[in-house]
């Protein structure tokens, strides 16, 4: 059993940054972030490998949005910068128990967060 915890969502201005984290309890081989906005499906945002460090970016947040690891294992987090109205979601961390699995895919994950909401104001 993982448990995940998140953390740093809040409401910020069109072209600000945030960043949150998400703190795994158990082993994940892959860590990812994705969001739900009102009325659409979820959407992948970002994901690491946590063996090897490779990462991951949907296209609508490449340039802007960062995955990185923290010092602690299985500790993640996403820098969001030059962040858009459109950015505005419920934003979920997800934990992949298993090896080698397509990283975009929500069902490939086994474990997910309780969300964060992010709001982005014109």
């Known amino acids: 059993q993982v448990q995940l915890v998140e953390s740093g969502g809040g409401l910020v201005q069109a072209g600000g940054s945030l960043r949150l984290s998400c703190a795994a309890s158990?082993?994940?081989?892959?860590m990812g972030w994705f969001r739900q906005a009102p009325g659409k499906e979820r959407e992948f945002v970002a994901a690491i490998r946590l063996g090897g460090g490779s990462t991951y970016y949907g296209d609508s947040v490449k340039g802007r949005f960062t995955i990185s690891r923290g010092n602690a294992k299985n500790l993640v987090y996403l820098q969001m910068n030059s962040l858009k109205p459109e950015d505005t979601a419920i934003y979920y961390c997800?934990?992949?128990?298993?090896?080698?699995?397509?990283?975009?895919?929500?069902?490939?994950?086994?474990?997910w967060g309780q969300g964060t909401q992010v709001t982005v104001s014109s």
């Open positions: 997800a934990a992949d128990t298993d090896v080698g699995r397509r990283v975009t895919t929500v069902s490939n994950y086994d474990y």
């Open positions: 158990g082993r994940t081989f892959s």
